[in-house]
């Protein structure tokens, strides 16, 4: 596992990695700077990302943000101090763990197991809502698609779905992409 700590103090960092110690086969990035911070995370490539801001500025915390939303991996904040727009701005941003006043060695552990698995479950929460509106997309099709066939053919519904399904076996093609293609060839021929 490769772990990326960023954080500008020398001695808040050795604490993290303290409680990282215990673990097997894992590399441990220290970044210390904001300059290019994006940049250097890309190229170390971390499968997680252990921020800690002390007390940090309004800015600051803005700036951490926007990195945290342009990277796709667990990222686990320590704050010394924090409100409740700190907060929602955070989970907007994607943090997975966000800690207040607990930068201990002793909690790194847990809060790193806390983050991935955190993580992870927001993934599949995105791909499960991505999944079904693309379901949801596809039946909108379809059923844009049986108007058409309903009202160019004077088809009822249950014959504009048949003649769908039909064409989508005959050609061995998707119910969908039938749609989408009769829907396309609609639309091109309303503005001929």
Excluded: W
Excluded at 3 to 15: F, G, M, Q, W
Excluded at 70 to 98: H, K, N, Q, T
Excluded at 129 to 153: H, N, Q, T, W
């Amino acid at each position: 596992m490769r772990i990326a700590i960023v954080d500008e103090s020398p001695a808040r960092a050795s604490v993290i990695q303290e409680g990282l110690a215990e673990l097997d086969d894992c590399e441990i990035f220290v970044l210390s700077g904001r300059d290019r911070l994006l940049a250097q995370i890309g190229e170390i490539a971390p499968d997680i990302v252990l921020m800690d801001l002390g007390n940090p500025s309004r800015d600051v915390l803005e700036e951490y943000f926007a990195v945290s939303r342009v990277l796709d991996r667990p990222i686990a904040m320590f704050v010394d101090e924090s409100d409740e727009e700190s907060i929602a701005a955070s989970v907007e941003a994607g943090v997975s763990a966000y800690v207040v006043d607990g930068l201990a060695a002793s909690r790194i552990r847990s809060l790193l197991d806390l983050a991935v698995r955190r993580f992870r479950a927001f993934a599949r929460l995105q791909a499960d809502l991505a999944e079904a509106r693309g379901r949801l997309a596809e039946r909108e099709a379809v059923d844009k698609a049986k108007r058409i066939l309903m009202d160019s053919r004077g088809l009822p519904e249950p014959e504009a779905y048949a003649e769908l399904r039909r064409t989508a076996m005959n050609q061995g093609r998707r119910i969908a992409d039938i749609a989408e293609a009769l829907i396309t060839a609609h639309e091109l021929m309303g503005r001929t």
